[in-house]
């Protein structure tokens, strides 16, 4: 078997919410990364599946064809596994690999970014040169995006942050000391001419005391923006609707490191009608029916292999785990993604990708779930001990209302009987958000200390008799009360607002935890040793591709 790129899956989705590239969690799907293996003829296959998203979307918006996309794209970080063989991203390895440096030229995909650029490791240099490309091309640029929706609001912020520095650049003709890159330099320099009307026109923008529209008013002939914003991704859909000043949102692709999958049809449908197209080429795909939940409300009883129905018995409106064999080695993979079948193209059944299992947080790539989640916070507050202070009930969410988004935990505490009060330094509970962020896994690590993905944890103590206020408002909307339990993650709305109503102090943590590539436990070989489908566990790690 030949053998091709090796990578650590950590790049889009969201998480596993789909579309361009890697479609969302790019291999992330909660906990620590696996070896994947690869093949020399994937990156073909992969390729195959990139060329029919243009003829798709050019059907719903002509005249592509006649102008540039500014697409962000990044590269991260590498390693070696202890066997020797390069482990990489599954994008960072498709950027790398001949099929995007030695693509031919093609009208309906002339990037704003050079190639140079893209594989910049340095994150603050390649952002500050394609957004300075992008701003050269700005009359030419008819589409925007990235992968996530969660990386092209993090571009966006860097905009806002440094357009001051980009607009000096534009007006001078010549590239700031802030990149130091010599490739990246000569790269920027062939496209970079002293504009001074283009620098006043994208100063007088960004100067108005409000961003809505921004983008539409930066790259005033942008028909759609291109990211993520199924699955998790959807916390971002207001955001990029107030930043997009009513551009469309497509998701075009839905894929993961295991395999690419499939396309979206449909792609200037509104988000929460997408649904994707499976291609049979691509892998075998089988199909695990949803248990109906149990008396606590769970969905984890153990399936059966003999419960597996192929592509073409899926029914209409039935909840699926979605299983893959696959051409480089993995055999009834359970993907971990929960499916439902929303129409038929012809007699070819389209999926609403609707979860991730067992995932309660997550704002980048990563993947938190809730024994994870558990654990973490089990482990922090016994910080609070030498204070007399316990964990009476916690519960988290996903912030997504700050660049970039943060998890969120809600702690309400108590004092052992007979103790005297003594307050709990603000300091004591840094540590306890730094204690969390340490014990989440490297995916969440890496996208806090290397990608800057993700923001610092924040605790928000909350005044005592909060969760029995929570109950109350469970049991007012009909919750039985023999079987509720405190919810560990909750969404933006009511809920948040009746937790945030409630907050008597808030902490944040005061560094980044620690993570270094391919140290520690990233490395794993569970992928390689996977069972068949009704005995095997969900993925639960992101993974790596290893040849």
């Known amino acids: 078997m030949s053998t091709s790129h090796a990578r650590v ?3 889009s989705n969201n998480g596993r919410t789909r579309t361009c590239d890697d479609g969302g969690s790019s291999g992330t799907s909660g906990g620590e990364r696996k070896l994947m293996p690869a093949i020399a003829d994937e990156m073909d296959r992969r390729s195959l599946l990139y060329s029919l998203l243009m003829p798709v979307m050019s059907q719903a918006v002509p ?48 990037h704003t970014s050079p190639d140079e650029a893209v594989l910049c490791v340095d994150a603050y240099q390649s952002m500050y040169a ?26 966006i912020r860097f905009l806002e942050k440094h357009w001051q520095r980009l607009c000096r650049d534009l007006r001078r003709g010549a590239l700031g000391a802030e990149v130091t890159d010599r490739s990246v330099r000569a790269a920027v320099a062939r496209v970079l001419r002293a504009d001074p009307a283009l620098a006043d026109a994208v100063e007088a923008e960004c100067a108005r005391p409000s961003w809505q529209g921004i983008i539409r008013r930066v790259w005033p002939g942008t028909k759609y923006i291109d990211v993520i914003v199924t699955g998790a991704m959807a916390q971002y859909i207001p955001t990029l609707e107030f930043y997009g000043g009513g551009l469309p949102l497509t998701c075009t692709m839905y894929a993961s490191s295991e395999s690419y999958f499939g396309i979206n049809l449909n792609p200037m449908c509104k988000p929460s009608e997408v649904a994707y197209t499976l291609i049979p080429t691509m892998c075998y795909f089988e199909f695990l029916p949803l248990p109906q939940p149990g008396p606590g409300g769970t969905d984890d009883a153990d399936p059966d292999h003999r419960d597996l129905v192929d592509l073409v018995d899926v029914k209409l409106g039935h909840e699926y785990e979605l299983v893959v064999t696959t051409y480089s080695g993995l055999y009834r993979y359970r993907v971990g993604d929960v499916l439902r079948v929303a129409g038929f193209k012809n007699q070819a059944p ?29 482990g922090a507050v016994q910080h609070l001990a030498p204070f007399g202070a316990s964990l009476v009930e916690y519960t988290s969410y996903a912030d997504a209302g700050t660049i970039p988004g943060h998890y969120v935990l809600f702690w309400e505490l108590r004092l052992r009987a007979g103790d005297v009060p003594v307050p709990v ?83 944040v943590s005061p560094k980044c935890p620690k993570w270094s590539p391919g140290g520690g436990k990233q490395w794993s070989s569970d992928a390689a040793a996977k069972k068949p489908a009704a005995a095997a566990g969900s993925n639960n790690g992101g993974g790596a591709v290893v040849a």
């Open 9 to 11: 899956k950590s790049d």
């Open 63 to 110: 005249g592509l064809d006649r102008g540039r996309c500014m697409y962000l794209y990044f590269v991260k970080a590498e390693s070696r596994t202890p066997g020797g063989h390069p482990a990489r991203p599954v994008l960072t390895s498709f950027y790398r690999s001949r099929h995007f440096l030695e693509r031919p030229h093609d009208p309906y995909t002339v």
């Open 130 to 155: 394609q957004l300075l490309c992008g701003l050269v091309h700005r009359a030419d640029v008819l589409r925007v995006g990235a992968v996530f929706a969660s990386g092209f609001l993090r571009a």
């Open 350 to 378: 389209m999926f609403k990708f609707l979860r991730r299992k067992n995932v309660v947080l997550s704002i980048d790539s990563d993947k938190t779930d809730e024994a994870e989640l558990h654990a973490a916070v089990s």
């Open 425 to 507: 330094p603000a300091s004591v509970f840094e540590d306890c958000c730094l204690a969390v962020e340490e014990a989440l896994n490297s995916v969440y690590r890496q996208g806090r200390a290397a990608d800057r993905s993700i923001g610092p944890l924040e605790i928000r103590v909350v005044s005592d008799g909060t969760f029995d206020r929570l109950m109350d408002y469970a049991l007012a909307r009909g919750a039985s009360i023999n079987q509720y339990k405190v919810p560990r993650c909750v969404h933006p709305g009511p809920v948040v607002e009746l937790l945030d109503g409630r907050v008597q102090a808030s902490y």
